[in-house]
């Protein structure tokens, strides 16, 4: 798959740096989009259910799928599931349809032996590493026949519902500020945020 330069642009303008992983997850976004016979969404026509957790390595692979699908979190329709892998789930919800790719984990000794890697593990941060050094990595991602870097399931029918997007708000009634319903509490005769309530239990679960 050839990837327009361009994209990458996009991405590792988006992302605030050059890396392998969020290389990987423009790829991995990239193909699901072929296989579902589907275009990059504006709107919530996408669901994706990415695998990632929080602050692991690699997890900028989920800001490449989000560019390759248009999945965000501003959007309600990139879902992190905190499973600690690099891999998502794309759902179709106008043909009902869903794929899972997964990064096999076959290059990574390959990916970890790049200059890249080792300076990262030296603990430079990316954005001092030397551009050509970080395509090493990305070309190697980028360069691998898809079944020597994915597991790529086939496209199934779906059961996932999407969630209903809930437009109604209010102003606390202590702070002054914004907040979406579901996350209103009741404080005596108050309607408040979290925040001043003190308690975070609620009907939003």
Request: proline content about 4%.
């Amino acid at each position: 798959m050839e990837i327009k330069k361009d994209l990458l642009k996009m991405l590792f303008d988006f992302h605030g740096h050059k890396c392998w992983a969020s290389a990987l997850g423009l790829r991995a976004g990239l193909i699901a989009l072929r296989e579902l016979k589907t275009q990059r969404t504006g709107t919530r026509s996408l669901y994706c259910l990415i695998e990632v957790g929080h602050a692991h390595g690699a997890v900028c692979f989920a800001d490449g799928v989000q560019v390759a699908t248009g999945c965000s979190i501003g959007k309600g329709n990139l879902i992190k599931t905190l499973k600690g892998k690099l891999a998502f789930t794309l759902i179709d919800i106008k043909n009902w349809k869903e794929i899972r790719i997964a990064y096999n984990g076959k290059l990574k000794d390959k990916i970890a032996n790049t200059a890249f890697m080792k300076k990262r593990a030296a603990g430079i941060p990316p954005t001092e590493i030397p551009d050509e050094e970080a395509m090493e990595a990305i070309n190697i991602v980028l360069e691998a026949p898809e079944d020597e870097i994915f597991f790529i399931s086939p496209v199934k029918d779906t059961n996932f519902e999407p969630p209903e997007e809930i437009l109604g708000s209010t102003i606390c009634d202590i702070c002054g500020e914004w907040v979406s319903i579901p996350y209103v509490r009741i404080l005596g005769e108050k309607k408040v945020c979290i925040d001043c309530a003190g308690y975070t239990e609620g009907f939003e679960r």
